[in-house]
């Protein structure tokens, strides 16, 4: 059965049911905000499009998935117990074991009977006179709720380009990011894939076993460094998980939000040979750690351009073909577009049935019936996969029509690029939470630790508003400026604005151009929530609210005050605003 293609079960609609919550999406946001919802004794109904929890690993079911996080920090934080009773199998676990994971969480904190399944969220509309949430969906359910959190996800949204002809190609065609669930057997086929991103570049090795040919349509080269995955032992595991609360905490601490050596030392004032050196030992580490061989490669293009090249020959030493090499060697910035991690990518172009084609210069024409057109040649195929990647970080908000006062739609508000205070709310849609939201750090950090301290301080929000009888709270539109200002002139520090990468939404024609995520650092950006809330929740109105607004009950956020790490974080970088991230 395909992605999302579940038989429905008949169900009769839920209509004029009223809730404290509505929460859309169930991955990891969704669950853990149902979770903390009921601790606080609040009621919530979860609208799940998918069949099953997971939501990312519940849709990336492509041959090769896995998280480029290590697992044993690439999972929720907030459970002493879970993180000592679950054991990860591999450095970087494979879908099948988040998913697991996943499913494991919904039935270990009980949430499954607050979340309706095959169920998409249409619409929500705020009534002023009510000040509550409206909430339709595809399976006419209407409900009321006094809060709406949007728990949709940053790359949830598969970005399907137009290709003339789609309809003609007679074989089968697939999107990385919905997989079907019963998989895929490329045995004997001529595949072709489309994209070479993260997607493409896990899937590419494991398709290339199985299939009679592959050939990898490439419009833009990509920086891959390897994962070096291996089998976890019980020794290391049990090794974390001895003083797991200090590694937690030293990954709250780090501007990505997960821990790794990282080497401070300006490339630029290193010698050539120590820099081949640390280089070498990075690569040698693997995975996102390699940005963190020296403190300014995100700040300085010389810099960077010293890492390049240091890719680059890794590439060139790798791939026997030099004309093969010389295409799969990028020429802009380091790390500019999000970092791969592989196993085996550039060698699997050393195989005889893998062939290169590149699409930079002349785009992919057409599909026909019997393949895909390049510059007047066909390329015969028997499937193709789009590894073609998502609508970043606003294409499920663009799916729901969510209206706010005064009739003021988001997809209005937000057309020449997202405008939300801290990445948590936005002016004129009171009681509206949108969890890594841009404007946060989300997928510039390690995004369970990013969801967990969303929701922790949203919780602490809607607990706090109980507490003192609000009806809503709203962002100040001057505060929301401000935020936003703040978030576009940090990024223009680093070298990641300069290309066109999906955090710039460039991967979608007719999008404008804004840095979306908050590329200050996590543990800055988490300050700067925990003094809003110190501060009465600073920069948000809160209205209809029968006792004062001072001093909130931190219950949850007070897990996030952690001291920033100052070996990363010094105050000379601090002063220029230049954070490295990974
Ligand atoms: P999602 O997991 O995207 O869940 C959102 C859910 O909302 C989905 O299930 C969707 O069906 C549902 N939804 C959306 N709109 C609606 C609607 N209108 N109505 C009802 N339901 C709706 N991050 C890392 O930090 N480390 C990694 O190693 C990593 N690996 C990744 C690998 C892949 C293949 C991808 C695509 C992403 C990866 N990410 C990684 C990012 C990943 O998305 C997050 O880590 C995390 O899983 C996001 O969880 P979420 O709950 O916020 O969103
Ligand atoms: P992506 O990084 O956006 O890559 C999409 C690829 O498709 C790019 O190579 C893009 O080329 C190409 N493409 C798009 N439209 C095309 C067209 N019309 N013709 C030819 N090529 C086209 O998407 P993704 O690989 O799915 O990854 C998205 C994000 O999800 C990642 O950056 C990462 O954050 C996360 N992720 C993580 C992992 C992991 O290792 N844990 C795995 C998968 C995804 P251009 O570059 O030229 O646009």
């Known amino acids: 059965m395909s992605a999302g293609a579940h038989k429905q079960h008949e169900r009769r609609p839920e209509v004029g049911a009223a809730y404290d919550a509505v929460i859309v999406g169930a991955g990891f946001a969704g669950m853990y905000m149902l979770h903390r919802l009921r601790g606080l004794g609040l009621t919530a109904r979860v609208y799940e499009a998918g069949h099953g929890v997971g939501g990312t690993w519940y849709w990336n079911r492509y041959p090769g998935a896995r998280c480029d996080v290590e697992s044993m920090q690439y999972s929720f934080s907030f459970s002493e117990e879970l993180d000592q009773q679950w054991d990860w199998s ?33 619409a929500a509309s705020f009534d002023e006179t009510a000040k509550c949430w409206r909430i339709e969906t595809d399976r006419g359910d209407e409900i009321a709720a006094k809060f709406c959190i949007m728990a949709i996800g940053c790359l949830s949204a598969p970005n ?55 050939t990898v349509f490439q419009r833009t080269a990509t920086y891959s460094v390897p994962a070096w995955n291996e089998k976890l032992t019980p020794e290391y595991r049990n090794a974390v998980k001895a003083d797991y609360p200090a590694l937690r905490a030293k990954a709250r601490g780090r501007p990505t939000g997960f821990y790794f050596p990282f080497n401070m030392k300006p490339a630029l004032e290193a010698s050539a040979e120590e820099r081949e050196r640390q280089y070498e030992a990075a690569w040698q580490r693997g995975g996102l750690p390699f940005l963190g061989a020296f403190g300014d490669l995100l700040f300085e293009k010389a810099a960077n351009d010293t890492i390049a090249e240091f890719a680059r020959n890794k590439i060139r030493g790798i791939v026997r073909d030099p004309a093969t090499a010389e295409l799969l060697c990028p020429d802009n910035v380091f790390g500019c577009k999000r970092l791969c991690v592989d196993t085996g990518y550039f060698e699997t172009y050393n195989l005889p049935h893998v062939r290169l084609v590149d699409v930079s210069k002349t785009p992919i024409e057409r599909f026909t019936a019997d393949g895909i057109e390049v510059d007047g040649s066909e390329y015969p195929l028997d499937a193709i996969v789009c590894a073609t990647g998502f609508a970043a970080m606003t294409g499920s908000f663009d799916r729901i029509r969510i209206t706010g006062r005064n009739g003021l739609t988001l997809a209005e508000k937000w057309r020449a690029g997202p405008r939300a205070y801290l990445g948590v709310g936005s002016a004129g849609f009171p009681n509206l939470f949108t969890i890594t939201g841009p404007g946060s750090p989300s997928v510039l950090a390690s995004m369970i630790q990013a969801i967990e301290q969303h929701v922790d301080w949203m919780a602490d929000c809607m607990a706090h508003m109980r507490d003192i009888g609000a009806a809503t709270i709203e962002p100040i539109q001057t505060y929301e400026d401000e935020w936003i200002e703040h978030v576009n002139e940090v990024s223009k520090i680093s070298l990641r604005s300069t290309c066109s990468s999906w955090y710039v939404g460039a991967n979608i024609a007719g999008r404008p151009r804004v840095f979306m995520p908050y590329i200050g650092g996590f543990p800055i950006y988490v300050q700067k929530c925990n003094e809003v809330m110190s501060n009465g929740f600073e920069g948000f109105v809160i209205e209809g609210a029968n006792a004062g607004n001072e001093a909130p009950l931190v219950r949850l956020t007070e897990r996030w005050r952690v001291p920033l790490d100052m070996d990363v974080i010094s105050p000379a970088a601090l002063a220029a605003r230049r954070v490295p991230v990974v």
């Not at 009977?113 to 249409?122: E, G, K, L, S």
């Open 160 to 214: 399907h380009p137009h290709f003339k002809g789609r309809e003609d190609f007679r074989g089968s065609t697939y999107h990385t990011g919905e997989w079907p669930h019963e998989g895929v057997d490329f045995t004997g086929l001529r595949v072709g894939v489309i994209g070479t991103g993260s997607s493409a570049i896990q899937s590419i090795p494991v398709i290339a076993q199985q299939a009679l040919g592959l």
């Open 90 to 122: 591999e450095k970087y676990a494979p879908q099948p074991e988040i998913l697991a994971y996943a499913n494991h969480i919904a039935d270990r904190f009980d949430l499954r009977q607050h979340i309706t399944f095959d169920t998409r969220v249409i």
